[in-house]
C-alpha cells in the first residue's frame, strides 16, 4: 500500500446507524469506504468484487454471521491479507474466542468509541504498511 | 387364695399336706371311735382316756389345718404324728381290752413320721409306738407283769420302726428322685422358654428384615423420576428401579443378573475419563471403562458426574450420575449404586437461557452503541462546538446510556452466574494496584458525592489466585455502593491487607447502614435494602450479588457488618497465593 492509494474497506451491519458510525470512524482514519452492506452474503459478494484491504464485519448479521464470512475469506487464497475487524454485542470470552478462533484480525465490543474505532483502524494499517 | 389353689394345697397328693396326711388317722379314728360306741362287745374301760385321745386327735387335726393354711407354722407339722401316737395311745388305753383292735392305727402316724426327711424320725416313730403301747402300764402305774407284755411294748414298736426304715429309705429315695425330676423339668423349662425366645427373636428379627426389604423396595419403587442401579464390584447389575426401566427402556429381568452397567454408557467417555484419571480402562474384561465410572466413589468420596446414558432404541441421553459405595458388615465393597437423574431437558432449558441472554445483551448494546457512538460524535465535532450547557446536557445522556450499559453488563454476568457460565481467566494477582485503580475511577463520582476516599494500603504486593478484571469489577462495585450508601461529607475506607493465608480488603463507609433483619437477604439478585429505597439511591439490587458471586468464585467470602445510621463494612476474604 503506498500512501497515495488510500487503503479501502468494506463494512457489513445489518444496523443502517452503526454502519454509519462505522462510516464516519473509517472516513477519521483517513482510509476509502468502497462497500456498506448489511448481509454476511452480501459483504462476501462486495469482498469479492472489491478486493479491499479491510473488512469491518457485526457478528450477528441476517444470513451469513460476521464468523462465517471470516472463515470464507480466510479459506479462500484469494482473498488472502484482508485485515478483518469483528463488531460485536458479544461480551463473553467464549464469544470472543469464537472470533479469533475464526481467523479475525480485531475483535471489538459494542458500544464502541468512533474515536477509539479510527484509532486502531490506522494503528492497523500502519502496522501492515510497516510489514 | 382361688379355690383351685387352695384345693391343690390341701388335696396333692403328690405334696400331702399335713391335713391330707391327718385326715387318714381322723377318718380311722373316727370309724374306730364308732366301733367302739355302736358294737355293744366293746367296752370302755376309761371314758376320761378315750375323751382325751379324741381331744388329742382333735388338736392333731387343727393344728393340721393350721400348718396347711399358715405357711410360717408349717416346721410345727412334725408335732401332729407325734400328737397323734399319744392320743391314739391314750384312746387304746381308755378302751381297755378292747383297745388291742386299735393298736393298728398306730402305723398311720408310724409311717408319717418315717416318711419325713431324716433318720431320727424312726426313732422317735419307734419311741412314740413303744410309749403308746405302754400307755396302760403307765396309766396303771404298773409294770408289765409279764415278757409277752414287755415285749408287746418293745417288739411291736421294732417291727414298727424296721417297716418305718424302710419307708425312710424310700422316702429319702423319692425325695432325691424327685429333687432330681424337678431339677430336670426346671431345666427343661428353662431350655424351653430359651427356644421360646429365641424362635420369638427370630420371628421378631425376620419381621423387621421383611420391612426393612419391603421399605427399600417401596422406596426404589417410588422413585420414578430418577433412575437406580446397583451393582456389584464388577458392574454385573442386581438392582433396577421402574425409574431405570423408564429411562432406559428395559425391564428388570432383562437387566438384572444379565447387563453391565459400563453397557449403558457410551465408550467413548469412559475411555475420556480413564485417560483424566491417567488409569488403564477396563478393571475385568467384562466391563472396560467401569473402574473410571466407580473410580472415586471406591475410594470413599461418592461423586456425582455428568455422563451420557444410551437406552435400549439406541438414543442418548444426559444424566447426572451419583455413584456411591455398597459394603458389608466388614465395611468391606460389594458393589455400588448409581443414581441418575435425566437433565436433557435442564441443559436444553440452560443453553436457551444463555441463547435469549446473549440475544436480550445483543438487542440492548447494539442501540447503545449508536446513543454512545453518536453523543461521542457530538461532543468531539470541533468543526461545529457545542456550548457548555449543549456539552452537560450531552453529560448527562452519556452518563445514562453508560448507566443502562452496566445494568446490560451485570444482568448478562447474572445469568451466566446462574447459568454456571462463568468462568474465570485466573493468574497470580497483586491486590493492592486493584483496590488503588478502583479507588482512582471512584474518585470523580466520590468528589460529586462529596465524599472523601481514604486508601490503607501498604506497598508490599498482596498476592492472590484470581482473575484481574473480575476482582477489579468485585473492588469497583463495593466502592460504588459506599459512595451511594453515604451522605455528603462522609468518608469511604478502602484497605488490604494480607494474613498468613488470607488477603482481607475492606471497604468501609460512614452511610446509612443496612437493619440488621436484612442482612442475611442481602447477597440475594434484585434485594434493596429499605434503607436504600427509603433514600431514592439508584440501583436494581445485583451489584452484590455479582460481588459475592465473584469472590465465591474465588474460593473466598464475602463479609458485612452494618449498623443503621453509623455505616456499613464489607469485608472480601481471599485465599493468599503463597511461592
Known sequence: MSDETPARVVVADDDADIRALVAIAVRRAGIKLVADVATGDAALTAIREHQPDMVILDVSMPGMTGLEVTREIRADSTLAGIRVFLLSAGVTEAAMQAGMDAGADEYLIKPFSPRELATRISDALAAWSAE | MKLGELTRRVFSFREPSPLTKQSATVALFLVALVLLIVVPELKFQSTSLVFAGTAGILVATVLAILCTFVTSITHLAILIPIIDLLSIGMFRTGAGDSGVLFGALLILPVVWLASENGRRWIVVAAIGTSIALLMPYIFEGEAPGTASEWLRGIFTPIVFAVAGAIINELSSQSRAQLVSIRRLAEEREVMLRGAVDYTERLRENEEALRAADRLTRSVLDAVTEQSVMGSDVTGLIDVWNPGAERMLGLAPNEVQGKRYVSEFHISTELQQRSKELNYPPGETVLNPGFSALVESARLGRPEVRHWSYVRSDGSVISVEVAVTRRVDETGATVGYIFVATDVTQALEVSRLKDEFVGLISHELRTPLSSILGYLELMSDDDENPLSEEQLQYL??????????????????????????????????VDVAPVVKA???????????????????????????RGDPQRLGQACDNLISNAIKFTPR???????????????????????????????????????????????????????????????????????VESEVGVGTSFIMRLPRETA
Open chain 2, 438 to 464: 478502583s479507588l482512582e475511577s471512584a474518585e470523580p463520582n466520590a468528589a460529586a458525592a462529596g465524599v472523601s476516599l481514604v486508601v490503607d494500603v501498604g506497598n508490599d504486593p498482596i498476592i492472590v
Open chain 2, 489 to 559: 461529607g462522609g468518608v469511604v475506607t478502602v484497605s488490604a491487607r494480607a494474613t498468613n493465608s488470607r488477603v482481607i480488603v475492606t471497604v468501609a463507609d460512614t452511610g446509612m447502614g443496612i437493619p440488621a433483619a436484612e442482612l442475611d437477604q442481602l447477597f440475594e439478585r434484585f434485594f434493596r435494602a429499605s434503607t436504600a429505597t427509603r433514600a431514592a439511591v439508584p440501583g436494581v439490587g445485583l451489584g452484590l450479588s455479582i460481588t459475592k458471586a465473584i469472590v465465591v468464585a474465588h474460593e473466598g467470602e464475602l463479609d
Open chain 2, 395 to 428: 453529560g448527562v445522556a452519556e452518563r445514562n446510556a453508560h448507566r443502562l450499559l452496566r445494568l446490560v453488563g451485570d444482568l448478562l454476568f447474572t445469568a451466566q452466574v446462574g447459568s454456571s457460565s462463568f468462568t474465570l481467566d485466573t493468574t497470580s
